[in-house]
């Protein structure tokens, strides 16, 4: 899968490196595929990331207009980070 937000059967699929780099264009895809009806967001595919994943994830909750976004295969270091900043609850 190229870098990018890909929808496979109603799941937004992220796939790359989800850093700061990249942020802009991540957010950018993700919110189409809200638009397009996805709640769902597995983040297997993601091969490296940084403390801008946290803010682009916590960004689609806050423009996602009331929809119960869901995280699947959140890495252990996003979620450490999440703890460190008191929002485990997001994940």
Do not use: C, W
């Amino acid at each position: 899968m190229p870098m990018g937000v890909e929808i496979k059967q109603g799941v937004a699929m992220l796939a790359g490196d989800l850093v700061l780099e990249n942020a802009t264009r991540f957010l950018a895809e993700a919110e189409a595929a809200i638009a397009a009806g996805s709640t769902v967001f597995d983040l297997a595919g993601v091969a490296r990331m940084d403390s801008s994943a946290l803010s682009l994830l916590l960004a689609l909750r806050r423009r996602a207009d009331g929809k119960d976004l869901q995280f699947h295969h959140v890495p252990e270091s996003l979620t450490s980070l999440a703890r460190l900043y008191g929002i485990p609850e997001q994940f």
